[in-house]
């Protein structure tokens, strides 16, 4: 009886064997998920997900651009926006932060079209953001760029005096003496008026002028 016995006997240590071997496969693959290559591989892919470092663009950087939109004394005001690019990269420390072509955004600070008789056209512009397509805009702040007007003075004497000679010509008309005298006048108001009616030089600047803007405080990228 014993002998016949002994075959279901072995065969159910089999069984039990089977069944403690896969009982500690889990535990194993466990240990193994906890390996220091797993480690190494978890670490790496958090560096990856860390934001990488903030660069500071110092101030006193200068800042080359191309307008994109044109800016006028006469057809701008106070608040307008701009668009620009960089015509140069920026770079700090031997490393391009700002590529060539990086689109910034621009406020007219001020704008007043030339006067009558005086008062000379003048434009104030600055930045204050740099445009970026993958990350947040950056807001900068770049001290005013002002320009102003040429003067006129020598057209407007060219045009009084040329008021003066044709009142010259209708004083000699009238027949000199006191005609010429009110010639003379006619004459010289004639030249004023044309001053009075003729504004003096504006500033344009059309897209694709070349301006300089210097970063008043520094900016981080």
């Known amino acids: 009886m014993k002998v016949k016995y002994v075959p279901y006997i072995l065969t159910l240590g089999i069984l039990l ?16 998920s906890t390996s220091p290559a797993a480690t190494e591989n978890s670490g790496s892919f958090l560096e990856k997900l860390k934001p990488a ?13 191309a307008l994109i939109d044109g800016v006028s004394s006469n057809q701008n005001s106070s608040g ?10 920026v770079v700090i420390d031997g490393k391009t932060v700002l590529a ?30 740099i445009i970026r397509n993958n990350a947040k805009d950056v807001a900068i702040s770049t001290k005013t760029f002002s320009a102003v007007a040429e003067p006129t003075k020598k057209r407007d004497a060219a045009i009084i005096g040329g008021g003066a000679g044709l009142g010259a010509a209708i004083g000699a008309i009238a027949g000199g003496g006191k005609g010429a005298a009110i010639g003379a006048a006619v004459g010289g ?5 044309t001053v009075l009616a003729t504004k003096g030089k504006e ?9 300089t803007f210097t970063l008043a405080q520094p900016a981080e990228i």
Do not use: W
Request: aromatic share 2%.
């Open 17 to 32: 064997a089977c069944m403690v071997a896969c009982s500690k496969a889990p535990s194993e693959t466990s240990a193994n």
């Open 53 to 65: 470092p903030k660069i500071t663009i110092p101030a006193g950087t200068r800042l080359h651009v």
């Open 80 to 89: 307008d926006q701009f668009m620009a690019s960089l015509t140069d990269p």
């Open 100 to 129: 060539k072509g990086t689109k910034v955004r621009g406020r007219v600070v001020d704008a007043k079209e030339s006067g009558r008789v005086k008062g000379r056209a003048s434009i104030q512009l600055r930045l204050t953001e």
């Open 189 to 193: 108001g004639a030249g004023t008026g």
């Open 203 to 211: 500033i344009h600047y059309a897209p694709e002028t070349r301006l």
